[in-house]
């Protein structure tokens, strides 16, 4: 009993101390979960080498400029884990196609494809997400690019004349 004769309850049945405690509690666990979705969803954004990849720009833009004096176009389609590309110019040897999440480098794939009859180049893919990536399509001397929103029905056409945004830029000698 206290000095009025009103019988004291312990400390854990009064609010106060849980209100108080309430706000360094939610702080705590805030702080976890901020631990956990740092750790989990690495954004891969940022780069080691700024000015090797500013080189790679240019070698990049070159390509692009190949594929346009070459008059380079291409139709690409998606069917059933496949990709199929149909060269609007005779070219012979492998082709690369790379599919570029803009946002998540681990997502990207590279497809080596070969060729099924003159023009046309097949190769396996994995199951892309759904939303926008990047495509490129090359050779060692040219390259091609443009954008796809996925699901998508029907064909991509890519020519020389396709522009990436600013800043969207891939090579493969500097990664993105």
């Known amino acids: 009993m206290n000095a009025n004769?009103?019988?004291?309850?312990p400390w854990y049945r009064e609010p106060w101390p849980w209100i108080l405690m309430a706000g360094p509690a939610t702080v705590?666990?805030?702080?976890?979960?901020t631990a956990w979705l740092a750790v989990r969803s690495d954004d891969g954004l940022v780069v080691d080498d700024y000015y090797k990849q500013g080189l790679a720009i240019n070698r990049t833009l070159k390509r692009s400029a190949a594929a346009e004096r070459l008059?380079?176009?291409?139709r690409l389609t998606l069917a059933d884990g496949r990709v199929q590309v149909q060269l609007g110019a005779a070219r012979s040897g492998p082709l690369t196609?790379?599919?570029a999440h803009p946002t998540r480098a681990g997502m990207d794939q590279k497809v080596k494809l070969s060729m099924v009859q003159a023009g046309?180049?097949?190769g396996q893919l994995q199951p892309?997400?759904?939303g926008r990536w990047h495509v490129f399509l090359e050779q060692s001397d040219w390259?091609?690019?443009g954008d796809w929103t996925l699901p998508a029905a029907g064909t991509l056409t890519l020519d020389a004349h396709t522009q990436m945004a600013p800043g969207e830029e891939?090579?493969?000698e500097g990664g993105r």
């Open 143 to 145: 390259r091609l690019a």
């Open 28 to 33: 705590v666990v805030a702080g976890f979960f």
């Open 120 to 122: 046309i180049y097949e």
């Open 170 to 172: 891939y090579s493969k």
């Open 5 to 9: 004769g009103v019988r004291a309850q």
């Open 97 to 99: 196609l790379l599919f």
């Open 128 to 130: 892309l997400r759904p």
């Open 71 to 74: 008059g380079i176009s291409a």
